[in-house]
């Protein structure tokens, strides 16, 4: 089991930035990929960016790449997210995600709204 739990959401005007974290905690270590999904209103869940578990390999959605930069810090098990020139189409609930072989966890999310 992992318990994921995100925060830094919040209301910012469009341009601004934000950083989400994700703060995972396990009994037993793994060595999972971390992501971050997104969904907003009305939409499915969408792929935001995905770091493994060494940070060796980083990935991004189209949507996002050049604009949000994944990081972690493996000794405070915690995945960040540093969202720049947030526009309001980004405007969703943000994910955190842990996955390992079948094994896929989720956090709870953390809003971010961006204002035009």
């Known amino acids: 089991q992992v318990q994921l739990v995100e925060s830094g959401g919040g209301l910012v005007q469009a341009g601004a930035s934000l950083r989400l974290s994700c703060a995972a905690s396990?009994?037993?270590?793994?060595?999972?990929?971390m992501g971050w999904f997104r969904q907003a209103p009305g939409k499915e869940r969408e792929f935001v960016g995905c770091?493994?578990?060494?940070?060796?390999?980083?990935n991004y959605s189209d949507s996002v790449k050049g604009r949000f930069t994944i990081s972690k810090d493996n000794a405070r098990n915690t995945v960040y997210l540093q969202m720049n020139s947030l526009k309001p189409e980004d405007t969703a609930v943000y994910f955190c995600n842990a996955e390992w072989g079948r094994s896929a966890y989720w956090g709870r999310g953390t809003q971010v709204t961006v204002s035009s």
């Open positions: 770091i493994n578990s060494r940070g060796s390999t980083i």
């Open positions: 396990t009994r037993t270590y793994r060595p999972y990929t």
